[in-house]
Each structure stands twice: as C-alpha cells, then as structure tokens.
C-alpha cells in the first residue's frame, strides 16, 4: 500500500515541513481520496549533491527528459531518453508533433535545431551550450516500435552528438522491442508488446543500463526500502509555475542512506513518464516496475517522479508532458510552466528554496 507522506515523519525531520496528520490511501496524478488531501507544503531538503543530477523519460518523457536537460544543462549532468524526438522537434506545432516528430523523422531539420538550441541560449531562455559538452547521454529505441520511427530515433542523436562530445552519447537498438520500457522482469509483458503500462521483459534492466552510462559503475541493484516510496503534494508546485497540467500528486522515493539527517551524499534522477503511463492511466505500474527503485536503493540515489495528467483544457487528452506547447509557447525553455515546476521541486529537494527564504 502506499505510504503517504505524513506519515515519513520518522525519516524526514518534522521541522521540514510536515504537518502530522493521519495516513491513508489515495493515488498520485488524480484526485485524493482523503477529504482534507495531502498535509504536506513543500518537498524536505535531503543529503543531495547538486552536481549529481539527472533525468530521463520515454516517449513524451523521454522529449521532456530532453527539453529540461537542455534548458537547465548547467544542473543535469546527463539525460537517459527512450523513444523520443530531438529538442524543439515540434517547433510548437501539433502537426510536427504528430508527423515527422514520431512515425517518419525524415523532414526533422536537425541542423536548423542545433542553431536554434544555441539562438536561446544566447538570448538566455535556457543555460549556454558549452555545459552540455560533457554530459553523458543514453538513447533507446525498439526496433519493432510502432509509433516512433528509426528516422526520429537518428535525428536525436544527430542532435546530441552536434552538441555533446560523441564518445559520450550511447545508443541501443533493440532487435524485437516495441513502444515499451525494457526491463528483466519476467512478469512484464512481452517486450514486443505495445499496451499499458508500457514496461515490457525484454531481457534488458534499462533503468540499470541507462543510470550506469550516466554515472558510471554502478552495484546490482537490491530489494527497494519498504517505505521509501511516497507521494507529494505537487499542488503547490502548479501554483508557483502556472502549470495546470500537473497531477495533484507526485512520487518520491528516498533509500535508507539518504533520509534526512543522514550524513551520505546522494545523487538525483528525475524519471518523466510516457503518455498514458502516468498515475492517472496505470497508477504506481509504471514507477514500481520499471526497474528504478532497486538501482536507486543500492546506489544512494534520490528518484522523482512528477506526474502529468489528461486533461480538456488544455487539450492533453492522453496524461503527455508538454513537448508541442500546450501550455505555451516557450514550453522548452527555462520558463516553460512543466519546466519550471519540475525545477522548483529540484530546489527543495536541495534546499536552494529553504536558503533563499
């Protein structure tokens, strides 16, 4: 069962910002199942390094995992994205981002992208492009996906190598795979299945495979800490970005070596998940088996996962993170709405907040 956050007091320190109340059920994304919702204002400060912090995503993810990793490259030291389209590839257009964004990159202008990156860099809508020089990138794609296309595939890692030093981009491949999150799960799906939760059992743990390229050697992962998975409020997140595509609630996991008060430095990996495979569609399915808490347990690492949900207005009928502009137009920089919560949630979690207040 999920553990709500108020009830984390004895691993967060109460003058953190809990507000004891009791515990009980309720889901992230959508709506609570309490009357009085979740108790908590902001995310705690935890023992983090601030140059240990990555991201990924796939699908719409993964273009979000891409979009923040460019837009703030001075903090993300490496992005891990699947079956994802290169930065700005829709160019705020929902017809780019259902046509050559997915099935058929062909008519992706890469180079324009490249110029275009360095365009808002220089007029400081997201951090200059020398800092992602020496980032490291994972790239993943099945071979067998039906919705995103080998072309779009090669036109984003055309994108990262005209930007990031190439020995330091990897690439998979994989034969038989389709739109899915490959893990070793031998209760998945199989991995050439395309259907909810989107995690298949391609014989590849993925979320191991993929934090190794961005922080090197890493140890087998373990059995996740029973209660380090919780939910946050993102309530005032929304507030403070303006976004309204956000779920009322997030997930947090935290492992044994990084509660509060604990003296270790650990590393951060934002996870973004794909369309329909946020709570609002598949729950906790997608966070719980995609293979992240048991690297992340072993490996001092803090993982966020922030949560979108459908919505009529804005138009985001299947739950997707904003990669064509439904929530404006500046949606890829530093001050698109999505950006700038999932930032915000960052500073908290390395207490820039609590420092500047």
């Given amino acids: 069962m999920m553990v709500k956050w108020q009830c984390m007091a004895r691993w967060v320190a109460v003058g953190a910002m809990v507000a004891l109340a009791g515990c009980g059920g309720g889901r992230a994304g959508g709506g609570s199942d309490d009357a009085a919702g979740p108790q908590v204002a902001r995310l705690p400060q935890l023992p983090i390094d601030p140059g240990a912090v990555t991201v990924s995503g796939i699908s719409s993810g993964g273009a979000m995992a891409v979009q923040f990793h460019v837009a703030h490259s001075s903090l ?5 994205a699947l079956a994802a389209p290169p930065y700005l590839c829709a160019e705020g257009s929902v017809r780019h981002a259902l046509g050559r964004c997915m099935k ?51 036109a984003l890692e055309a994108y990262y190598q005209a930007l990031v030093r190439p020995e330091r981009v990897a690439r998979v491949e994989l034969p038989g795979a389709g739109h899915t999150f490959p893990t070793a799960d031998g209760t998945a799906p199989s991995c050439d299945v395309t259907e909810s939760p989107f995690v298949g059992n ?9 934090l190794a390229q961005l922080y090197g050697d890493l140890a087998p992962g373990t059995a996740p800490s029973s209660d380090g998975l919780v939910e946050f409020d993102q309530r005032p997140y929304s507030e403070q970005s303006g976004s309204v595509g956000l779920g009322d609630r997030g997930w947090l996991f935290v492992p044994q070596a990084c509660r509060a008060g604990q003296a270790a430095s650990c590393s951060l990996h934002v996870v ?14 997608f966070v719980r088996r995609g293979g ?8 001092r690492m803090v993982l966020l996962f922030p949560q979108v949900e459908k919505s009529l207005q804005p138009l985001n009928a299947y739950g997707c993170w904003d990669w064509w502009g439904y929530e404006g137009e500046d949606y890829a920089t530093r001050g698109g709405r ?6 915000a949630m960052i500073a908290d979690l390395l207490g820039e907040a609590a420092a500047a207040r």
């Fill in 76 to 80: 993300v030291r490496g992005v891990g």
């Fill in 104 to 154: 058929d990159g062909t008519g992706i202008p890469t180079a324009q992208l490249v110029e275009r990156t360095r365009e808002l860099a220089r007029d400081g809508a997201i951090d200059p492009v020398a800092d992602l020089a020496d980032d490291r990138v994972w790239l993943f794609r099945g071979a067998q996906d039906p919705y995103v296309g080998k072309s779009v595939a090669d």
């Fill in 202 to 210: 391609c014989g590849l743990d993925g979320a191991a495979v993929l």
């Fill in 272 to 285: 973004f998940h794909g369309c329909q495979q946020g709570a609002s569609f598949v729950g906790d399915a």
């Fill in 292 to 299: 992240y808490l048991e690297v992340a347990e072993a490996n």
């Fill in 338 to 343: 999505q950006v700038r919560a999932v930032r």
